[in-house]
């Protein structure tokens, strides 16, 4: 793990580089701490939330706060994952600029700015929230007020706050998924951190009317996150589920792939059992099937282009590949797939057709990839069309009509809700070819 550096200039002493350097209480101007090799942080009054670097990889580090006392050390919130800080960088406690994060050659990363004018200490809260404050006490920043992609218990969202998704489970990067409270009281999930269109919206509250509007998103201690009018009636439940209120923490996340959940961990391991267990999930995750929720006009869908999305038994959403087609990225299945073989000759009139077979997938479909749809036909006539079409790659039929898809496919899903549906994947027979892509 990374590493914090404590000086606290105002006193102008130095403070002995422990390996563990871990500072409770307020945190005064000019304080800071340096993104290397040692161990620290700042903590909160308990010790069960940090502040400080974390290691993403070699010379990389995060600024973030944590709960230090789990052995995952589960990242809350974070300010740099687009920007990662190099070996030697710095976050400092100014009069100005609030918390400033710079690199060795004093260039800036990243700064909280404030609100307002004033500021003494800064602190760790026992809640997970980090705050600027004044000497009376007015938070001129928080943690709470510009989340990443986590909530606590305590924290409200108001009017125009956004949670943004990371772009994978390790990589704290600005991702695909956003939840959005708007300005129109709608609490919204989009399948893009710019939403442009209506259909990258995949889950809405949609209370925006008269005596319905959204006002405010509240994660309370007793777990359930809710969203309330401006007089504080519950207008809609996101998770409704009682968790335990006391030996347990609690974190509410848009995941990387796209779907809200509620985790609770024991803040101590089982004794009786030994095992230490890690955060369970608690609720229904939102969407509950976000591979049949997002169906965007532009866009890939829940996974990447030219994959498919199957909801596992444990209710999260897989990307796949199609037979035929591997992943682009090994490494991400998220980042969809190219086809393994050398796509058909569209010159002359032979087109190859002997050289491809068609490839079925039950309950299998790729939404607004169509660029033909044939009724009253039989599936034989389906196949030949698409065999026959060197733009055809994906033939869906179902119920006598003939859908032709063209590459990139989006919106793939296989899920019972498309039973009656079949895919039909073009594949090249021959592999000898595949070897000159
Ligand atoms: C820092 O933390 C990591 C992971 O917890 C541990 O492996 C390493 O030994 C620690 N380094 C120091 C200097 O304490
Ligand atoms: C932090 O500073 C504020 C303002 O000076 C003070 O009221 C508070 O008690 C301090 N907290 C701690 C833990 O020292
Ligand atoms: C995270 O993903 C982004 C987008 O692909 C990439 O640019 C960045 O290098 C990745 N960061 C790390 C630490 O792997
Ligand atoms: C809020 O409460 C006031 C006073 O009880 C009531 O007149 C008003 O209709 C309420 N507004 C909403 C949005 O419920
Ligand atoms: C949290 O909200 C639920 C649902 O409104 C309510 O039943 C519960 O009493 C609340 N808990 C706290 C601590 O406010
Ligand atoms: C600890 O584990 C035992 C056996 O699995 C179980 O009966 C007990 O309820 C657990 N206690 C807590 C506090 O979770
Ligand atoms: C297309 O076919 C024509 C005639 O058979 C040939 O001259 C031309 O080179 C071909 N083009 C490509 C891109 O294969």
Redesign the pocket.
């Known amino acids: 793990m990374a590493s914090v550096i404590l000086g606290i200039l105002l006193v102008l002493v130095p403070l002995p580089l422990s390996a563990e350097a871990q500072i409770r ?2 945190l005064t101007l000019g304080s800071f701490s340096t993104a290397n090799d040692q161990n620290s942080s700042w903590l909160s ?1 308990s010790g069960e939330f940090a502040f400080g670097f974390r290691r993403m990889g070699t010379g990389a580090h995060l600024l973030a706060i944590w709960f230090e006392k789990i052995e995952d050390k589960t990242i809350v919130w974070s300010a740099n994952g687009d920007n990662l800080a190099p070996e030697g960088s710095q976050v400092q406690l100014t009069a100005n600029g609030g918390l400033v994060l710079t690199d060795p050659r004093e260039r800036e990363l990243w700064s909280s700015g404030l609100n307002g004018n004033g500021l ?2 800064a ?1 760790m809260l026992d809640t997970g929230n980090f705050i600027l ?1 004044s ?1 009376n ?1 007015v938070n001129l920043w928080d943690s709470f007020s510009q989340p990443t992609d986590t909530i606590l218990p305590t924290q409200q969202l108001d009017l125009g706050a956004n949670v943004k998704a990371r772009y994978s489970e390790t990589n704290y990067s600005t991702g695909r998924f956003l939840f959005a409270l708007q300005t129109d009281g709608n609490l919204v999930l989009y399948a893009t951190p710019t939403p442009l269109v209506v259909s990258d919206a995949y889950w809405a509250t949609n209370t925006i009317t008269a005596g319905r509007m959204g006002f405010r998103l509240i994660f309370n201690q007793s777990g359930q996150v809710y969203l309330t009018d401006r007089n504080g009636t519950i207008l809609n439940t996101i998770t409704a589920e009682l968790v335990p209120t006391s030996g347990y923490y609690q974190r509410a996340i848009l995941e990387y792939d796209g779907v809200f959940r509620q985790y609770i961990h024991p803040k101590t391991a089982n004794s009786s059992s030994g095992r230490l267990i890690g955060w369970s999930r608690v609720s229904a995750p939102v969407p509950q099937n976000l591979c049949t929720s997002i169906a965007q006009q532009i866009g890939s869908g829940a996974c990447g282009f030219n994959s498919y999305c199957t909801l596992g038994d444990d209710l999260r959403p897989r990307c796949q590949c199609p037979p035929g087609y591997t992943l682009l990225d090994s490494t991400n299945e998220m980042n969809g797939c190219i086809q393994a073989f050398a796509p058909q000759n569209c010159n002359g009139s032979r087109h190859e057709t002997d050289q491809f077979d068609l490839l079925e997938m039950p309950n299998t479909n790729w939404p607004e990839s169509d660029y033909e749809r044939s009724v009253a036909q039989t599936e034989d006539w389906c196949r030949e069309a698409c065999l026959a079409d060197c733009f055809c790659a994906v033939a869906i039929f179902g119920d006598g009509i003939c859908w032709k898809k063209k590459i990139p496919l989006s919106n793939g899903r296989k899920d019972s809700s498309e039973a009656g549906t079949k895919a039909l994947i073009k594949v090249r027979i021959h592999n000898r070819t595949s070897k000159s892509l």
Request: charged letters at 0%; a neutral charge.
């Open positions: 209480g307020n009054p003494a200490y602190a404050a000497a006490h």
